[in-house]
């Protein structure tokens, strides 16, 4: 079954710094990878999506994320991070873009200090 | 109205009481889903229905009983609930063929029973 990891349940960065959450998945298939975002009280949303196309994936909010085959990993990066950035990050994977069976991590918390 | 939208945003219930959340989607999907977001824990898909028919179930009590009348409406009657299902109750929905499969999410339900 396929699993997706995050590393690091709470990562704090200064604001203008950058931001690295971590993703890994287990699949021995490159799968379909999202990072999805939540605001508090709010639902999830979409920030971007790997299926194969390109490896450096563009989002919204001034995100991305690389897709590394050799190290089963899509890590969601900003260069510089705002205040509105805290927010919760969840990595997902699945093995067809379906959102039927998508697995999702534990989420990341990021907080931006001031 | 656009997107997914649930009500109520919030529900306070007690064990014996029986309630119904809702979930209306705008954006012309065929499928539909009931994820359940409870606190330290990933993303558990409850319920999916795709053009209007139950097509998966993931061991979720029977205290829990979807409903889908049409593909714009989805519904989770609840009875007889035990404070351990207090969580936040999150609507989804996509298209299930096509370039774009990823999934839509509602603000969620905030659940509390009593």
């Known amino acids: 079954a396929q699993s997706v990891t995050q590393l690091g349940s709470h990562v704090s960065v200064s604001e203008g710094a950058l931001v690295l959450l971590r993703c890994n998945y287990s699949s021995s298939v490159p799968p379909y990878l999202f990072w999805y975002v939540q605001y508090p009280n709010q639902g999830l949303q979409l920030l971007l999506k790997y299926t194969s196309a390109a490896t450096l994936v563009k989002g919204i909010n001034g995100f991305e994320a690389e897709f590394k085959k050799s190290e089963t990993s899509f890590h969601l990066t900003k260069p510089s991070a705002h205040m509105s950035d805290a927010a919760e990050y969840f990595c997902a994977a699945g093995l067809s873009g379906s959102a039927r069976q998508l697995t999702f991590g534990s989420g990341t918390q990021l907080t931006v200090l001031p | 109205e656009t997107g997914v939208t649930q009500t109520p945003r919030h529900l306070v219930m007690g064990m014996t009481n029986k309630k119904s959340l809702k979930c209306e989607q705008h954006?012309?999907?065929?499928?539909m889903y009931w994820y359940k977001q409870s606190a330290k824990k990933p993303l558990e898909l409850m319920f999916v229905?795709?053009?209007?028919?139950?097509?998966e179930n993931n061991s979720v009590p029977s205290r829990f009983s979807p409903e889908c009348p049409n593909s714009s409406h989805l519904f989770l009657h609840l009875h007889t609930l035990q404070p351990e299902d207090s969580a936040l109750y999150l609507c989804a929905s996509s298209q299930t063929q096509g370039s774009n499969t990823e999934a839509f999410f509602g603000q969620g339900t905030r659940l509390t029973v009593v």
């Open positions: 954006l012309g999907h065929n499928a």
């Open positions: 229905y795709s053009l209007e028919e139950r097509v």
